[in-house]
């Protein structure tokens, strides 16, 4: 792993706060976050107040409870490179096209068993997140195709 490199901190919790209201149901707190994680508020509460980087492994909990890669917290936090874990660039929060919140709000509204809503809801979250996948890895096909034809020869 190379050095770590420095982190913004700000854009970090930018993107968890936004994860963690987007998670079905919404966490409301970084409390409840810890909480579900198996982590210490205090621990959460000094990576936010810049006492503390997260680790690889408190950071992958999270992103167990959150539904996103462990990979896209650990180069938020600056802890590896993106090209490392075989994403294109830093990761942008997750932001579900307006259809599918709406599929999320009508599936939580009904009557439906709630492990049968998370199941649904999970699927499609990973169809969302398979499509993003998707879509970084063509951009470095591009990319390395893009460095084989500006070589000089």
């Known amino acids: 792993m190379r050095t770590k490199?420095?982190?913004n901190r700000e854009a970090f919790f930018r993107w968890l706060d936004a994860a963690r209201?987007?998670?079905v149901p919404p966490i409301p707190h970084d409390g409840a976050l810890a909480e579900l994680a198996g982590i210490s508020h205090s621990t959460l509460s000094n990576w936010r107040n810049g006492k503390q980087r997260p680790t690889t492994d408190k950071l992958a909990a999270i992103a167990d409870v959150l539904g996103v890669p462990a990979r896209d917290l650990w180069v938020l936090a600056g802890l590896m490179e993106p090209d490392q874990v075989g994403l294109a660039e830093v990761p942008s929060p997750a932001h579900l096209p307006p259809e599918?919140?709406?599929s999320i709000r009508m599936i939580m509204a009904s009557d439906l068993p709630e492990d049968v809503k998370a199941d649904l809801?999970?699927?499609i979250r990973r169809l969302q997140q398979q499509h993003v996948d998707e879509r970084a890895s063509f951009a470095q096909r591009?990319?390395?195709m893009a460095r084989r034809v500006a070589r000089p020869t």
């Open 21 to 23: 209201k987007n998670a």
């Open 100 to 102: 599918d919140e709406e």
């Open 5 to 7: 490199r420095e982190w």
């Open 121 to 123: 809801v999970g699927e």
């Open 142 to 144: 591009l990319l390395a």
